[in-house]
């Protein structure tokens, strides 16, 4: 999507959001979690003001996909659990400075690198998988592949969302805020904390949100005062 009103400020507002939120909510309790959580949707909502129509919708769609998804794994399949055993509230929002981080980056990217990182995540999937270490990586790919079948011109997108879902995992389980088991309920899976393939989960986020403005777009196909569809990208 192209975002024009997302610039600089915009980027290391959501960036400093993200890696200040995640480090407070350390030694936080419930209470001190709640005020971080209305702090992310402060921002969000201030981000949203100055975006149109189309915009604002993606980041509704975002928020809806991304809250069903973490209840989804969280709370009922427990492929990794939050510190506090719940859903911090400034997770959902959390989730939107992610998508437009990804696609801010997204427009920055080569199509080569994009490419070559998609292969790197592809080719740590078949190695991890094959040594034992992360056999849930290879769901994971598939949930990668799918999610390029839906949206077959958003490679720097999603490649964008793979890196820097990754960065966040990475820095939100060595905080301690979240920790994947090593376990897979319900599987013969095993994978590691964080998996390595863990933004395939964020891609699909990606395809969902686009599946639902498509749905939006040929709702509003006929209604003259609405705005125009854009790509995602």
């Known amino acids: 999507m192209p975002l024009a009103s997302i610039r600089g400020p915009q980027v290391l507002l959501m960036a400093g959001t993200l890696l200040l939120g995640l480090l407070a909510d350390v030694a936080a ?16 909502f201030h981000l949203s003001r100055r975006m149109i129509r189309r915009e604002q919708q993606a980041l509704v769609a975002c928020l809806a996909v991304a809250s069903a998804g973490e209840f989804f794994l969280s709370l009922g399949w427990k492929v990794y659990s939050y510190r506090l055993g719940n859903v911090p509230l400034f997770v959902p929002p959390g989730h939107v400075m992610m998508y437009l981080l990804a696609a801010v980056l997204a427009r920055r ?15 740590h999937a078949v190695v991890a998988a094959a040594a034992g ?27 964008s969302t793979m890196a820097l879902s990754l960065a966040l995992e990475l820095y939100g389980t060595w905080l301690g805020t ?35 403005m498509s749905l ?9 005062c609405l705005d125009r569809p854009r790509s995602l990208s």
């Open 29 to 44: 309790g419930m209470g001190a979690q709640l005020l971080i959580g209305a702090a992310f949707w402060g921002v969000m």
């Open 109 to 123: 990217l080569p199509e080569a690198a994009a490419w070559a990182a998609v292969g790197a995540f592809a080719l």
């Open 133 to 159: 270490l992360d056999t849930f990586g290879l769901l994971l790919l598939l949930a990668l592949g799918g999610a390029m079948i839906a949206l077959p011109r958003e490679r720097r997108l999603l490649a």
């Open 178 to 212: 979240w920790t994947w088991g090593r376990d897979i309920p319900f599987t013969d899976l095993v994978t590691t904390n964080p998996p390595a393939l863990s933004g395939a989960l964020y891609t699909v986020r990606d395809a969902l949100v686009a599946a639902a």
């Open 216 to 224: 939006l777009a040929g709702k509003a196909a006929g209604e003259p």
